[in-house]
């Protein structure tokens, strides 16, 4: 028995905006590959960014470049999984100036830089190159595109001024180096992931959402919460061997803010998940009216989804992470 999604998926190319910068109303729907153009008017709510999340066995590493239209926020990070070490640098540009931000996901170059980091994603057909470097780290890295793979696409309206355009693109193969110091620490395709998360668009002024993101070989998990609860539009999706399967209910979720590290469980009719810690990044940003909050937590996934066709995916083994954040913005 098929339980497809009700929501609209959206299938030729669309502006994301209005010529007024009004969110289009054709382009509200979902897709399996990036076809919005984020055409975003106007200065102040805008917000742009590049989130690539790298899981391999020795390695987390998390890149961002962004622009908030008022300050450019990037950041590299790495986390080394037998030691628990950390390594972190985070930089404030104001205005964000000198980053740029392709209008199209998959297409053109990001680059960001400042206070001795460098990030540089270059976006092409055949797959993306990553490269960030700060004192003492070194990411060198391709995420090649596999044949026939399928990311979720998303748009979530809050209103014709207020409006996000996600691509969660999860359980790319990805190789080359990560350099620490002196030491070369290869990167494998034959056991490691990356995760894209691409947005662009014009946020409220304060907002909290939930995001887990689970890949292993020809499997992933891509769930969300909160921020788009009662829009019409979630950003949950199972995928198997590249095909994306949208689940279109919202999910409850339950975790301990007082214990991160506890198990959280997501759930709903076509999801029933557990996710189960083994590191908790915290960042906290306050700068008067301006703040943040993340925890975002790295572990493996158990429990099941069910695809389109009504079928039950075991999930457990999956790696990846799953985090609260509260911003003000």
């Not at 987390?60 to 008022?70: F, K, M, Q, R, T």
């Not at 940003?285 to 066709?309: K, P």
């Amino acid at each position: 028995m098929d339980i497809l999604t009700s929501e609209r998926e959206i299938t030729e190319p669309v502006d994301l905006c209005l010529p007024d910068g009004r969110l289009n109303p054709e382009a509200v729907g979902w897709t399996r590959r990036p076809l919005h153009r984020g055409n975003l008017r106007g200065w102040g709510r805008g917000k742009r960014w590049e989130y690539w999340g790298i899981i391999t066995p020795s390695h987390v590493i998390g890149l961002v470049a962004s622009s908030l239209d008022y300050a450019g926020v990037h950041g590299l990070y790495v986390l080394d999984r037998a030691t628990g070490e950390e390594i972190a640098k985070d930089v404030v540009v104001p205005l964000a100036r000198g980053a740029r931000f392709p209008d199209r996901s998959g297409s053109g170059t990001v680059s960001a830089a400042g206070a001795g980091l460098r990030i540089e994603i270059d976006q092409r057909p055949e797959g993306t190159w990553l490269r960030a470097q700060a004192p003492g780290v070194l990411v060198d890295l391709e995420a090649p595109m596999p044949e026939g793979h399928e990311s979720l696409g998303v748009v979530v309206p809050w209103g014709p001024r207020r409006f996000q355009y996600t691509v969660k693109d999860l359980a790319r193969p990805v190789r080359g180096r990560l350099r620490l110091g002196t030491a070369e620490h290869p990167v494998s395709e034959a056991d490691s992931f990356a995760v894209l998360d691409h947005g662009r668009g014009r946020w409220p002024y304060s907002i909290t959402w939930n995001w887990a993101a689970g890949s292993g070989r020809g499997l992933a998990v891509q769930l969300g919460g909160r921020w788009t609860d009662g829009t019409g539009m979630t950003e949950n999706a199972l995928f198997v061997e590249g095909r994306l399967h949208k689940i279109g209910e919202e999910l409850a979720w339950e975790y301990d803010r007082s214990d991160w590290l506890r198990p959280w469980r997501i759930s709903g009719a076509r999801v029933e998940a557990r996710f189960h810690p083994f590191h908790e990044k915290v960042a906290r940003t306050e700068l008067g009216v301006v703040g943040s909050e993340t925890h975002q937590c790295f572990g493996h996934f158990s429990g099941r989804a069910r695809a389109d066709d009504g079928a039950w995916i075991d999930l457990d083994g999956l790696v990846g992470w799953a985090e609260e954040a509260r911003q003000r913005w």
